[in-house]
């Protein structure tokens, strides 16, 4: 047993400081709205083979709200919404008077009071690259390569172009950190709803082709084996359906409030008399939650940013929140709470930073900006993730399983007590000889032997 701990220690350290010189280039690639379980549901022969070379994480339990540009935010900076600012895809800035949206979205004063992993590492004197990842074109704040977003890149010229910037010219290294984003499987998800098999075995098809397309392509440049690869995602997708509307109109009117932003969870400015505003939408419906600002819950870090409006209202899985009528504006929706199964996504690895073969059911997606730090050897921001459970996925560290640790402890402390018995003994009767073996388990007593 102490052998065995020992050794895990020492490992531990060897492996530690051998990594922070090994650093490789890392390849981020995320494929919007790729639920957890559609990676049991469909083939997805080419991801299979990805992992198998590599690490899995079942389930990722992502950030509140689940939307793709809170969630994309956080994969690069490690942080909570509240905390790194892009808290919806429509936001309201009541102190600078300014309103967000996915068509208006790079003034830098969104996203400037972090800093993403593309221009930490850019401090770290490497160049980085970005191919449609959100906040990647932003005013002043991009990687040393990206694109303006234009959904009408091809996947393949995507990846072409970030090959290249990964590759660089010859004579200046390539990017050492590149992110790519890719719309699908989250747009067909939206349309036809995750429960529709035909059409999401369809989607996901082309998500696998595509990533058999990567695979091809780091092979033909040689990068794959010396470039590390991380394939994960923002979020799931919840099936919605037209029984499933919460109306608001039909419990106030809307003269009484400023609307922010609306589904699955809303987001409310009252104009007078809040409480009672408040107090309508809570009675609205049973599968609506409604917030005052300051009793949001804990768990959800999503309280602590003066662009979380007055009022929030959460839908439960599969509802959708309209303000009036029958019409679904989509089949397939996410948003929901963080802890629900479906808004989960998950993560694949491969690469000389990882270890092989290892599957684990579920992490942080807040965890994953530190292990990419590790990763690149960059120094991490203040961020709300850790490497403890993350660490198990990377060659040549140890994994701190809890088990483990307290064996550690329980044990180094044993060891300690015992030497410092026999020390003691040794120490009050040099010339005693040897004692009998009972007599340590008093510290020595001089005294009479408890069993004579
Ligand atoms: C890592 O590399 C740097 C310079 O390249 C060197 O100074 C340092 O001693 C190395 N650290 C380890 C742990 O090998
Ligand atoms: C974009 O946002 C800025 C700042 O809020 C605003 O002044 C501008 O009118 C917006 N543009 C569009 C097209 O919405
Ligand atoms: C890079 O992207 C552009 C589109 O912006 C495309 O025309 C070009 O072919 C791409 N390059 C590669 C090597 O794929
Ligand atoms: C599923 O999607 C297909 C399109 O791929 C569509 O033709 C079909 O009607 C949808 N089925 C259901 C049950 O919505
Ligand atoms: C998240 O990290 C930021 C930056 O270190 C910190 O300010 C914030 O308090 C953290 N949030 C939580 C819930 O620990
Ligand atoms: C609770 C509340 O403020 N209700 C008001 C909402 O707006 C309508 C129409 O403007 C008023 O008549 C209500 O008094
Ligand atoms: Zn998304």
Redesign the pocket.
Known sequence: MFPRLLLGFLWGVVGA??A??NSQPLLLVSFDGFRADYLQRFPMPNLKLLYSQGVLVEQLTNVFITKTFPNHYSLVTGLYAESHGILASTMYDPISGKHFSLQNDSDPMWWSSVQPLWLTAQESGYETAAAMWPGSDVTNRTPTHFFHYDPDVTFQQRLGNVTNWMLGDGKKPGAMFAALYWEEPDRSGHNFGPENTTAMAKALKEVDDNIGLLMDELKRTGLWGRINLIVTSDHGMAQCSADRLIRLDDCLHPDNYTLVDLTPVAALRPKEDPERVFSLLNECHPHMKAYMKKSIPDGLHYRNNPRIQPILLIADEGWTIVRRGNKLPRLGDHGYYNSLPSMHPFLAATGPGFRQGVQMKSLQSVDIYPLMCRLLAVPAQPNNGSLTSARCLLAGESCWETSVVIGLVVGVLLLLTIITVLFRCMGSRPTAGPRPFQRLDFLCDDDEPLVP
């Open positions: 400081s051998a922070e010189n």
